[in-house]
């Protein structure tokens, strides 16, 4: 069996969830001036993204892919089992692969493996493009899904079953937003951290409150919630309150878009503007001027 080419950073299993009849999707690029219509299989993807060196010098292009794609089946389970259970609150460790897919989202999205990237660059280490993605992936996905799989033995130390975001996520309540009608949708960014939880509301001035309603500045265990878009009518709101909290889709969507990197996509069949759907133009437009400021994807 030939080597994957193409690397997502993006499950395809997520993105067909939101594809249209014909298995499309409206793509709005974020990380430039662009609106094109895709299939899963091109979208969300980098070739050779998740290749890296072995230690004799020759190139590892399936390992990390094969493993991913493990705990994303896991993944696609949990979510078809989560969305067919019509619950309306959930306990993480009855869908135990969703935090760890959205720690894997966060360790391999392309903006903060740039962002990483160019901090090494100030800090003077710089080398060839794949070593660098060589040292990313192993601190930060190849360690992530070690501890995935620590995480389902039972005589595994803790220590080597630990992920800080994993942890954060479910120690947070987990509301099922279910909505009448499909009008959600999907970007590179999954579990969007939104704001700054009230309790830490006043180490941050209005500015920096700003940016952290696109996941900027305030670090995970001080957000206010992450929202994870599911299907198009099923999300989840991740928060630390003790009851329900019910959020609009509009809400649910424009923190989609604010936690975008790279694009955003919904059914291609659907048109804009859209009440139910929200102001997407105008946010992708926000997005577009706030990514301009970041790293680079890698």
Do not use: C
Request: charged share 20%; net charge positive.
């Amino acid at each position: 069996m030939a080597d994957p080419k193409r690397h997502h950073y993006v499950p395809q299993m997520l993105l067909r969830n939101f594809a249209g009849p014909d298995g499309s999707l409206k793509v709005f690029a974020i990380d430039r001036a662009a609106t094109y219509t895709s299939k899963p299989l091109s979208l969300g993807q980098v070739k050779g993204g998740h290749a890296r060196i072995r230690r004799d010098g020759t190139i590892d292009r399936a390992a990390l892919e094969h493993w991913m794609s493990s705990l994303e089946g896991a993944a696609a389970g949990d979510i078809r089992a989560l969305v067919e259970s019509k619950a309306l609150t959930v306990a993480p460790e009855d869908y135990p692969s969703l935090s760890w897919l959205a720690s894997l989202q966060f360790y391999r999205n392309r903006a903060v493996m740039g962002y990483l990237k160019s901090e090494l660059a100030n800090a003077g280490m710089t080398g060839p493009d794949l070593d660098i993605q060589t040292a990313i992936l192993d601190v930060g996905v190849q360690h992530l899904l070690g501890a995935w799989e620590a995480s389902k033995d039972i005589n595994s130390r803790p220590k080597d079953r630990w992920d800080s975001m994993v942890v954060i996520l479910e120690s947070l309540r987990w509301d099922v937003l279910r909505y009448q009608n499909a009008r959600l949708i999907v970007s590179d960014g999954f579990a969007a951290q939104y704001g700054v939880r009230p309790e830490h509301v006043d180490k941050y001035n209005r500015t920096e409150r700003n940016w952290a309603k696109h996941g900027l500045l305030v670090p995970q265990h001080e957000a206010a919630a992450f929202t994870i878009p599911l299907t198009p009518d099923v999300a989840l709101h991740l928060h630390p309150g003790q009851t329900r909290k019910y959020i609009s889709a509009q809400r649910v969507n424009q923190r989609t878009v604010f936690a975008a990197r790279a694009f955003v996509a919904m059914p291609d069949n659907w048109s804009l503007p859209n009440s139910l759907v929200g102001d997407v133009a105008d946010w992708v437009d926000t997005q577009r001027f706030v990514r301009s400021m970041i790293a680079k994807n890698m």
